[in-house]
């Protein structure tokens, strides 16, 4: 998912001109990579460094890793943050095509095409 939001961004960042769009490209880029990467590490670490998936199994079923009510905060932070720039993703172009000079039903065709991306 980290990959594929930072490979968008690249290709939203090329055919944007204003410094305000940029900056919104950047921004969410950037929130979704750091809670992409905390969320990697929430889930691989939640029950601390583990050998083997034995060792994993009884700390959960001992409850000693991350209460239940912190993992579906986290979980819920970070569906809230990747809804959010896909949002930005899919919105953001209609804003640049607005300026252009382009027929109604162009502008529609291309705002969707290039919307498809954030799906």
Known sequence: MIMLKVSLSIFL???MVKGWQRLI???AATLSVLFGISMFFWVTFQCGYVKNASVFINR???GQCVSWDASLGMSY???GVITMTDLVFAILPWFMLRDTKMTTKAKITVGLILGL???
């Open 117 to 119: 991306g954030a799906v």
């Open 25 to 27: 490209i950047y921004s």
């Open 13 to 15: 960042l090329r055919i």
């Open 60 to 62: 959960i079923s001992a």
């Open 77 to 79: 932070a970070y569906a």
